[in-house]
């Protein structure tokens, strides 16, 4: 097994998560790999969705941004932003990427302030689509690197809806029904979230990691499945995908989870 | 708290006074065309954004020109920072300011951390939904997004429960542009404009703008035009002014024209982290320019026949 | 002076009350007669805007219907209905052409049932853009054939909006401020509205037409102008054109007002 | 009161259980998709309409096969004419049923002063608005037409008060069919769709159709759709059939591929004037034919041929 850096363990954790036969919608960065290793690997049949339009780009070549030329490359349409956010509104996407810079429990998520919103320790980009995918997907994928202060017991800021500090805050807030986070994926383990009480709660952990490191790398209460698995390490087919055909120049992989 | 609240009646009667249904030519040099339609206190929005189709070169005139206490559609890359770092910009509707794979906007953290900026919140989709209720002409659009967040509550939007089901509704006000800057592939000397790729937010944008200004990078024979009228995405008369503006998305791309100048970006990133490396890039890029034939001359035409050349690459 | 229809000199009329400068939706029928007319004659920079979306036809052959290729024929634009009605709602399209089975002194009409909705004596059409035309349109000119019958105190079915029986009801339902009818053109005259009343006024006859020939075909008390002009004939270059070039084949033409 | 209310929650979950939103071949005989795709008791709906791009050899194929007590889109021609002839609608959200130049529908004023057939009204807009929102996953839409009319006392529209600015609005209630059916020039087999000329309200009822049938003048290579993804109006994973239907909108026309068949309209129309001469129709034209093979046999090569040659006359 060769050495491999903690951004390679979580972007083929997240690979591993996604179905085939869906339409998966893919913001900037980590999620583009994940999608890219898993329309390689183990789900060709996946749909990609850019939010400025493009629908089923083959992924060969890695988008640097969202409305890139490359994310309707060799494409079924090139759409625009109001109907791919409608199409996901009416209930034809399945899966949706998000990342953050804070998540508490229930995966809400922060990517917009640390500290006040009027007067920012670091102001961060904005909801972009992550709002959006949050919303209106059938279930979303969390990407986090996982430290204690971004895992944490109250989010500077909401920007992005997880199951809003409650079993019942989607339905309360509006938000379309059966909706919600299905997975985080971090460089520690793979979390889903408890059916009664919609909280985080590890079932599975990353090679030579232990569950009280990740307790201790989490910020709030976290639960623990009844049984914990432990996540292969990135295989080799996965590691020679990635290194030497989703993303050779190391745009990505070089970045830090 | 709407830092342009909705206001169809006004808005149809902007649309009764100043838009030409006629043919008018309206082929301009973009300094006449920001001199024209951008003023001090508009309210103003580019598309695409930032690194893709983004109307750079138009940009880049109105900080030359500068007008004050503009208020801004907040989804870009350099386009809201040059403005932000000019000290052109009073407000902000945000969604995403941020340079995706490459992290943070440092001009926005500064303004935001160290100036105070204001900032509105709103998810991506809201923004493109507040334009295209603008283009509807209605005063808002129902959404399912936004609910139950601080995004929400930072936001200038409403709830409401659907009278025929019950549903829990965000309304998003309309939000129509006193200028909107669009960069096309092509268009006639009237402002018919043929865009290829993904449309991005542009068709709602060119509908939700009280002014327009369309930057292009071929103007084309109205016969052209004519010849497949289902090619038009923004008819002529929503446009106020065309600017012929080749390579006017330097240095994002174009799709199937051009493709994004790493180099200039990664270098610009760079100068951006400082206040000062800011002000020089802007000096040398951008004040340092009288215009967009001169900024072309700068960037050079080898490197430029290069980025077209490499387009699909 | 040659010989003319009643038809005829309708279209004529309808043709000389038209801008050149603005928008103008057209329906099916007369009102691509005198479009076309004026086009020619009076108003060459006028836009024709079709209701399932062609922008800008040069009308130099007729369409039969609202949708056909000739409504984009070396247009500017092929666009969609929701686009072409959501620019009406807009504020752009400065005059609509509207028609009926029925009026009223207000300028309302009826294109849906003669008798009552539900076991209608006649089954009229229905709305289709009619209703649209006349609530957002900036002004409408409304063709009729003057019969006693047709010019009712009471409509059927009130289709689409004229001033809606009162001088604020537009105002009262909501409809965009300023909006309403501007002129009636019929066989026998030309009508306005009232400023303080709302309701239909004659302020020019046709040839050969006296008042009280068209107050006799009027169902509703029908005010006139302190004036009333009279409406010049056809003129030979009206004639030409509309036989020679808008309707050689007289699909429209044959027909009565 | 309204024949199919708005359902935005059922309507995200049909789309999750029945989308296919992989690559599948969906090309099949109008037999198999219309034995498939269109159910007793659907509601249904047509585009464009009637003379113009109208999938007529579907509707003829729904005549044969006759499931009962549709409930349908009332923006049409023969279209309309034919199904309500053929005794298998049950209501109609009603716009605009007749024939432009050529006057009144005898078989609508049969059906509604005879046999008293439930019409409910709308506008032409309203009709386009509501399968908009359909399409936007949205319970409504706000307007500002069919106000303070009749047309809105008979429709299931509803008022309210925009929040933000005090103005009165309808408010549409979303429209979902049960079935669509759309005829385009172009489809791949997996129901990629391109269309020339105006776009009517195909995009909208594309996406507001839980089932929906594609009727295309030419199957194309799924290559040409990937060449120009901007040219795709209806993307594969919206569509459940295609059916390969050259001359399918005959006697209507098809844009840029052949004109309407006068002839042919002008011999309907005096037929359908009286309930004998519509029956006589129907058996030659409708169920004498087994498919619509032996429909175009029928009309006659050199006349479709003809048809086609004097596409722009």
């Keep these: 097994m060769s050495a491999y850096s903690a951004t390679e363990m979580l ?26 290793l898993a329309k390689r690997l183990y789900a060709p049949e ?5 939010e400025f339009g493009g629908i089923g780009s083959t992924l060969d070549r890695l988008p640097l941004g969202v409305g890139e030329s490359r994310t309707f490359e060799r494409a079924f349409a090139a759409l625009g932003i109001c109907d791919v956010m409608e199409t996901a509104q009416r209930g034809l996407i399945g899966d949706g990427f998000l990342g953050g810079a804070q998540i508490n429990a229930w995966g809400d998520l922060n990517t917009t302030v640390i500290g006040p919103h009027d007067r920012p320790k670091v102001r961060l980009p904005g909801s972009g689509g992550g709002n959006d995918v949050g919303s209106l997907c059938w279930r979303t994928i969390i990407l986090m690197k996982h430290e204690r202060q971004r895992f944490v017991e109250k989010l500077d800021f909401l920007t992005t809806p997880g199951y809003l500090g409650s079993a019942r805050g989607r339905e309360r807030a509006g938000l379309p029904r059966g909706t919600g986070p299905y997975r985080v994926v971090t460089d520690l383990g793979l979390f889903d979230f408890a059916p009664r009480t919609k909280r985080m709660r590890l079932i599975a952990l990353n090679p030579g990691v232990k569950t009280a490191d990740v307790v201790a790398a989490t910020g709030f209460k976290l639960a623990v499945a009844p049984r914990v698995e432990n996540n292969p390490p990135p295989t080799e087919p996965e590691l020679t995908t990635l290194r030497e055909s989703v993303d050779p120049q190391r745009i990505f992989l070089k970045q830090s989870a | 708290m709407l830092l342009q609240p909705p206001d169809p009646e006004g808005l149809r009667a902007w649309m009764r006074d100043h838009k030409d249904m006629t043919l008018t030519r309206k082929v301009m040099s973009e300094s006449e065309a920001v001199r024209r339609f ?41 386009d809201v920072d040059f403005l932000v770092a000019a000290g052109l910009v009073e407000a902000m509707d945000i969604t995403y300011v941020g340079y995706e794979a490459y992290g943070l906007s440092s001009v926005l953290r500064r303004a935001a951390e160290k100036d105070g900026l204001r900032l509105i919140e709103w998810s991506n989709a809201a923004l493109a939904w507040r334009m295209k209720a603008a283009a509807m002409g209605l005063p808002f659009l129902p959404a399912r997004s936004m609910l139950g967040t601080d995004t929400f509550k930072h936001s200038g939007a409403r709830r409401m429960k ?8 965000a309304l998003l006000p309309a939000l129509a542009l006193d200028c909107g800057v669009i960069h096309v592939h092509r268009a006639d000397v009237f402002g018919n404009c043929q865009l290829d790729g993904i449309t991005g937010f542009a068709l709602e944008m060119a509908r939700a703008s009280k002014r327009l200004i369309i930057s292009a990078e071929q103007i084309i024979e109205t016969e052209e035009i004519l010849k497949r009228p289902e090619k038009t995405a923004i008819p002529f008369y929503l446009v106020d002014a065309v600017v012929h503006a080749p390579f006017g998305a330097h240095p994002g791309e174009t799709c199937y024209l051009y493709r994004r100048d790493e180099g200039h970006i990664s270098g610009y990133l760079a100068a951006a982290r400082s206040a000062e490396g800011m002000k020089r890039y802007l000096d040398e890029w951008v004040y340092g320019v009288p215009d967009h034939a001169a900024y072309m001359r700068r960037v050079g035409e080898s490197d430029l026949a290069k980025l077209a050349e490499e387009k699909g690459s």
Tied chains: 1, 3.
């Design chain 1, 46 to 50: 996946l749909l990609p969705v850019f």
């Design chain 2, 38 to 78: 951008v003023r001090e206190g508009d309210y103003v929005g580019f598309e695409l954004y930032g690194t893709v189709r983004c109307p750079l070169s138009v940009v880049r005139e109105i900080v030359r020109q500068g007008p004050r206490r503009l208020r801004l559609l907040g989804q870009g890359l350099m």
């Design chain 2, 162 to 169: 659907d009278p025929y089901t019950g549903i829990e509704l």
């Design chain 1, 11 to 36: 972007v083929c954790l997240a690979a591993r998560q996604m179905r085939g036969r869906t339409a998966v919608f893919i913001g900037t960065g980590l999620p583009m790999l994940a999608a890219a």
